[in-house]
């Protein structure tokens, strides 16, 4: 089976992170594909690792299964392949990714150590059950290589935001909107002003952003809102500058008398920061990648992945590492197949001397 064939067969085994019908039978079809070059599979739960070689601490290639397209999508999105692209659901995000990570494998003449491949099954949720898998596996690696599409073509990801959703629940008092307005505490009123607030907690240079993504509250056009909530995205750079957003968000006050404002939700990702062993990392990946031809820079990337978890038990990491592309999580999704090439050299490259 060529690349190309085997991400056709990837994109057309649709997996939605709930699904777990069809996330099993890609997993089983990963599986087979590595048990056929040697590896030793082992399943937690949905997750998936295969080991190569042994004696020493591994080298993980990391990458997820699971895609955010619901099943049946490819009826409309069907996998093509158009002026260089392959176009497909979950096709840059990331099952070229897992490719990259097969295909190295397959190709690397004499692996510098062990290597372990790992494919999560609920990246795209915040990884509630692969989080421990990604930590037990990382604690013992050499170093881990997460295979996700670059912010830009040419560079490696080697830092993360930090992530973290909070919700805010508003009380306020219900009352006629007419006759009884002045007994009232219009919960949606307070839940304006808070939302102005969260936005304000934004700070360009320390990388945090906030943004409230999802509102509702009140029962009728004639009553004062009783009740109102929000759903609010939170990020940053650094392990301190998320401290102080979440004790920020915690610490909102309401400012209608009478209104409550209730606020939970926590952390999701701490940020993925450069250790020296990391800088260090990145540095022989950027000489590694100059002695094939292909120029990388390093870059910073305000989204999160599983190499958050992996950086944050220490672990040398390097992400981005997959194929560039376009339209992750859009309509338009592709990924470049000459990228896909250059990748899976590099990679290659990287199991071979890492
Ligand atoms: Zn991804």
Known sequence: ?????????????ESPTADHERLSHIGL?????????????EFRGRHLMARFGDGGAPLVLAAHMDTVWPAGTLMQMPFRVDGGYAHGPGV???????????????????????????VTADEEIGSPTGRPVVEG????????????????????????????????????????AG?????????????????????????????????VGQVGGGTGDNVVAAEAWA????????????ARLEAAIYGLEPLLDGSVIEVSGAVTR????????????????????????????????????????????????IDGLGPTGAGAHAVDERVSLESLEERTSLVTALVERL
């Open 1 to 13: 089976m060529t690349a190309l064939e085997l991400l056709r067969r990837l994109v057309e085994l």
């Open 29 to 41: 079809f990963i599986s087979a594909e590595l048990e056929s070059l040697g590896g030793r599979v």
């Open 92 to 118: 840059l995000d990331m099952k070229a990714g897992i490719v990259t990570a097969i295909e190295a494998v397959r190709r690397a003449g004499s692996p510098a150590g062990p290597v372990c491949v790992l």
């Open 137 to 176: 596996l990382a604690r013992e690696a050499r170093a881990v290589l997460v295979l996700e599409p670059p912010v830009r073509d040419g560079t490696i990801t080697t830092s993360r935001s930090g992530l973290a959703r909070y919700q805010l629940q508003i009380r306020g008092r219900a009352a006629h």
């Open 179 to 211: 006759n009884g307005w002045r007994a009232g505490v219009s919960a949606i009123e307070e839940l304006a002003h808070q939302v102005a607030a969260v936005h304000a907690l934004a700070d360009d240079a320390a990388g945090v952003r906030t943004n």
């Open 231 to 242: 759903r609010i995205d939170a990020r940053a750079w650094t392990a301190d500058a998320q």
């Open 270 to 317: 701490p940020p993925m920061t450069q250790s020296a062993d990391g800088a260090t990392l990145a540095a022989r990946t950027i000489q590694i990648a100059a002695d094939l031809g292909i120029e990388l820079s390093e870059n910073a990337s305000p989204g999160g992945s599983d190499g958050n978890f992996a950086a944050a038990v220490g672990t040398p990491v």
